[in-house]
């Protein structure tokens, strides 16, 4: 990791990850005693393909984005393949808790961003002393398996118009909020289309007003036109 620790924060605390709510507040008190609070800024690298496991990760501030790197004789980062995009509230690395194998890809801010990290000896201690903690890191590395089952069934059998709106409708359902600004290629990448097609279908969706492009924000204005559009052939 190329991230340093740095003194801990009251801000951040395991407490504020949804998928931890209703835990025992003791275990809480535990997993934020533990944690290293690490500082990147934007364009570091949290973890590389090839890296050892280090155990769990917790956003507190900023966004990360998890890819598959290019080819070593790559001409530029072109052609890596977004995979993943974590946020404040979102929490990742649980499949290195549980088995010895390497990260398969990597892990960069894409903004200044704020990480609680976790160690593996440090969980599976934990994890022995509190069951539900187990099930509730279980149930959020499920969420995030079927929702990379949904990007492959996209990018396999559906357009780009399909694609775009299916996603920026899974992503209105956290805050209204669809993407960050400066993300545009990384989006595409996710959904497996150039930043051009990607652009000419935002711009569809914004004259025929399913969505409002405001300066660092995509906000959906019209759920149900996102829907039609999401499973439309046209």
């Known amino acids: 990791m190329n991230a340093p ?35 990147l800024r934007k364009g570091d690298m949290l973890f590389r393909r090839g890296d050892a496991g280090h155990g ?16 070593p004789d790559a001409r530029d980062r072109l052609t890596e393949r977004a995979i993943e995009m974590f946020g ?9 808790l549980f088995d010895d194998a390497s990260q398969l890809a990597e892990c960069q801010a894409q903004t200044r961003s704020i990480v609680l990290h976790v160690s593996r000896p440090v969980m599976h201690a934990l994890l022995g002393r509190a069951p539900l903690l187990a099930a509730r890191l279980m149930g959020n590395l499920s969420v995030r398996m079927r929702g990379l089952m949904r990007d492959i069934e996209s990018v396999s059998l559906q357009n780009a118009v399909q ?8 992503q209105v359902r956290a805050d209204g909020i669809t993407w960050l600004a400066g993300t545009q290629r990384v989006m595409a990448s996710k959904l497996g289309m150039t930043p051009e097609t990607l652009s000419r279908v935002m711009n569809r969706f914004a004259t025929d007003r399913l969505i409002v492009l405001e300066r660092g924000k995509v906000r959906v ?14």
């Open 56 to 71: 769990l990760y917790a956003v507190t501030e900023g966004l990360l984005r998890v890819s598959l790197p290019p080819p």
């Open 163 to 170: 694609r775009v709106a299916g996603f920026l409708l899974e």
């Open 221 to 234: 204005q019209d759920v149900d036109g996102l829907r039609r559009q999401a499973v439309s052939r046209g």
């Open 5 to 39: 620790g740095i003194p801990h924060s009251s801000r951040a605390s395991f407490a504020a990850m949804p998928c931890l709510d209703g835990l025992d507040a003791d275990v809480i008190r535990e997993l934020d005693a533990a944690a290293a609070l690490l500082s």
């Open 88 to 96: 404040p509230g979102s929490m990742f690395g649980e499949e290195c």
